[in-house]
């Protein structure tokens, strides 16, 4: 199934890039449902106001330029919290229980609205007019897992390795993730926290898959620092405090791109994962959460994900990223996670090898 997965969701001629679907890249609403979304954007304009959480932790810096954007185009106020997954998870969940929901949308990606979803915190997304132009293999994903009515799918993030080339030489660059248990990265890794629920645990699914349980062991003997503050730790290696950061979401890249550093792809390929957003079940601007749901799947919102080192999830887009960022997006895509329902399981499995 993975091989599938890789093969559906590949750059290089397939539907995320090269392919223009029978619907294209424009869209026009279902009869009857024009004067539907009108309303919608007439309610959220009376609203005025939309609250974002972003669990992606700034791994996807499109969100702030998508909130600057969509206030910009309907005059509604956007404020965006930046979080952990696993903070926007609880706070949801204690609002939402509470009575008193602050959070309009959230950021999430297959782990995060599984808890979210089984606990009833959250509504389904309903219909979006752009919804059509994702990705067929991106909208099967999900209702393979059973989360197609509670996320909407809007970007593929991938994950690399971001190494500091002051302390790097171009002969000890790893060119395989084998390569990180060389003696010389112990002690000189930062690790995205691989026993929470982000990029940290979306490579270990994917490696303890197509390496084993071993390499995970040896990786962890190799004493990498575990943290959850995935921006920060960019910025660590950036100043030469770590000599790499494992996994590296592309995302982040933008944020210290300049500084003495290095995105690579090891030839296995990138580890994966689809990210999107939810709705909670009660919230004060539910429309304005529809329309900007809705704005970011328009173009230049999708477009703006390529110069963010990011795959849009709207078909067809993809071949348009830039020259320099293109070949980062045609990496070959490596794993992902399991289903998330698996989800305990392999965050036991976690914590039991990163003390």
Do not use: C
Request: hydrophobic share 45%.
């Amino acid at each position: 199934m993975h091989g599938q997965i890789r093969v559906g969701l590949r750059l290089a001629g397939l539907v995320l890039i090269g392919t223009v679907m029978a619907y294209g890249l424009g869209w026009a609403a279902p009869a009857g449902r024009a004067a539907e979304w009108t309303g919608v954007v007439e309610a959220a304009k009376r609203e005025g106001r939309l609250v974002v959480y972003d669990a992606f932790g700034g791994a996807v810096p499109t969100v702030q330029y998508a909130a600057e954007r969509f206030e910009a185009t309907y005059g509604i106020k956007v404020e965006v919290a930046v979080m952990r997954a696993s903070e926007s998870i609880e706070r949801i969940r204690v609002e939402q229980r509470a009575g008193r929901p602050i959070a309009d949308l959230v950021t999430v990606g297959p782990s995060t609205v599984r808890p979210m979803m089984e606990e009833g915190v959250l509504r389904p997304i309903g219909f979006l007019p752009s919804a059509i132009r994702i990705s067929p293999q991106l909208r099967t994903k999900m209702e393979e897992w059973g989360l197609g009515q509670h996320m909407l799918t809007t970007l593929v993030q991938l994950y690399g390795i971001l190494i500091n080339t002051n302390l790097v030489r171009p002969d000890a660059e790893p060119r395989s993730w084998m390569d990180l248990l060389d003696s010389r990265w112990r002690g000189q890794m930062i690790m995205d926290d691989p026993r929470a629920p982000g990029g940290g645990y979306v490579f270990f699914a994917a490696a303890y898959k197509q390496l084993g349980r071993r390499y995970q062991e040896a990786l962890a003997e190799q004493r990498p620092f575990l943290t959850r503050a995935i921006a920060d730790a960019a910025t660590r290696v950036a100043r030469g405090e770590f000599a790499a950061m494992v996994p590296f979401a592309l995302g982040l890249y933008p944020r210290v791109r300049g500084g003495p550093v290095k995105l690579l792809t090891p030839r296995e390929g990138a580890p994966y994962v689809h990210l999107g957003l939810s709705f909670p079940a009660r919230s004060p601007h539910p429309n304005a959460a529809r329309l900007f749901a809705e704005f970011f799947l328009s173009r230049e919102i999708q477009l703006r994900l390529t110069q963010d080192y990011i795959l849009p999830a709207v078909a067809g887009l993809g071949a348009q990223a830039s020259e320099e960022v293109r070949p980062y997006l045609r990496a070959r895509l490596w794993d992902t996670i399991d289903d998330p329902r698996r989800d305990p399981e392999w965050l036991r499995r976690a914590a039991e090898i990163y003390r």
